[in-house]
């Protein structure tokens, strides 16, 4: 079945650079777009087809692709940056299942 | 200014049945995709079931196929989620989505979700 798989948790103290990472086979061949999730809240949307940013982002989010991984970067991150973040691509071989990584907690030290 | 208002949410008994729907304003939703994702009580999102712009092509989740069914009604900006047989393990947060990009399907437009307790 189609997977995406993201680290369970990644810390970084304010001001430093924080990397989240996806990995999963179709990735070279699918694009992937993250999702930031605070407690409480409903997603938004924080990079799209792995390195678009919508507007309304600070640009201190970012994204990028190298083979079977695309990799979330927050420079300079701030503590509301701790939140949840989910990879996310679409199964496109037949089925169209929206696949979702199973999160990644960042915590601002 | 996009809206989309889950509703529907509550306390069902197991095998029991439920009907979501999500109100969507501020776009033209006759011209989107739009998907039910669910969160478990401390757990990750989950994508439940999408539905076209038209209502001609509908996908689910394996864990869901022949127990859940999504529709639309466009005249009414409404989407739908009906939802038998539901097990303990329904129990989620359920949020509707539009989605953009039919080659490459992402969420730009969440809800802020609707509680599904499956319970005896």
């Known amino acids: 079945s189609y997977e995406v798989t993201q680290p369970p948790s990644v810390s970084v103290s304010p001001g430093q650079t924080a990397r989240i990472t996806c990995s999963g086979d179709?990735?070279?061949?699918?694009?992937a777009h993250w999702y930031q999730q605070k407690p409480g809240q409903a997603p938004v949307m924080v990079i799209y087809k792995d390195t678009e940013r919508p507007s309304g982002i600070p640009e201190r989010f970012s994204g990028s692709s190298s083979g079977t991984t695309v990799t979330l970067t927050i420079s300079g991150v701030q503590a509301e940056d701790e939140a949840d973040y989910y990879c996310?691509?679409?199964?496109?071989?037949?089925?169209?299942?929206?696949?979702f990584g199973g999160g990644t907690k960042l915590t601002v030290l | 200014e996009v809206q989309l208002l889950e509703s529907g949410g509550g306390l069902v008994q197991p095998g029991g049945s439920l009907r979501l729907s999500c109100v969507a304003s501020?776009?033209?939703?006759?011209?989107?995709?739009m998907s039910w994702v669910r969160q478990a009580p401390g757990k990750g999102l989950e994508w439940v079931s999408a539905i076209s712009g038209s209502s001609g092509r509908t996908d689910y989740a394996d864990f869901v196929k022949g127990r859940f069914t999504i529709s639309r009604d466009n005249s009414k900006n409404t989407l739908y989620l009906q939802m038998n047989s539901l097990r303990v393990e329904d129990t989620a947060v359920y949020f509707c989505?539009?989605?953009?990009?039919?080659?490459?399907?992402?969420?730009?437009?969440w809800g802020q979700g609707t509680l599904v307790t499956v319970s005896s």
């Open positions: 179709a990735l070279s061949k699918q694009y």
């Open positions: 989505a539009k989605e953009r990009d039919s080659s490459s399907p992402h969420f730009d437009y």
């Open positions: 501020g776009f033209t939703f006759s011209s989107y995709a």
């Open positions: 996310q691509s679409v199964d496109m071989s037949g089925t169209y299942a929206r696949v």
